[in-house]
């Protein structure tokens, strides 16, 4: 039992490791499409209508 414990800790840090190797992208995303916002604002002379949602890493703590 304790070499199937092993294996499924292994299994969640991977997932850990993945999500926020996801959630790094999404923020960096988010922040280069704040800069291609800006520029259509400046284009346009518009407001800024769309706002999206920046995430917080998981922490050890939430995967455990």
Known sequence: ???HIL???EYLKKLG????TTVNAY???YKEFNKIDKDVI???GT???IEPMQLE???NDEVQ
Do not use: C, Q, R
């Open 57 to 59: 890493k998981p922490t």
């Open 17 to 20: 490791t993945n999500l926020s």
């Open 42 to 44: 400046k284009i346009t």
């Open 7 to 9: 294996a499924y800790d």
């Open 1 to 3: 039992m304790n070499k």
């Open 27 to 29: 923020n960096a995303a």
């Open 47 to 49: 407001e800024k209508i």
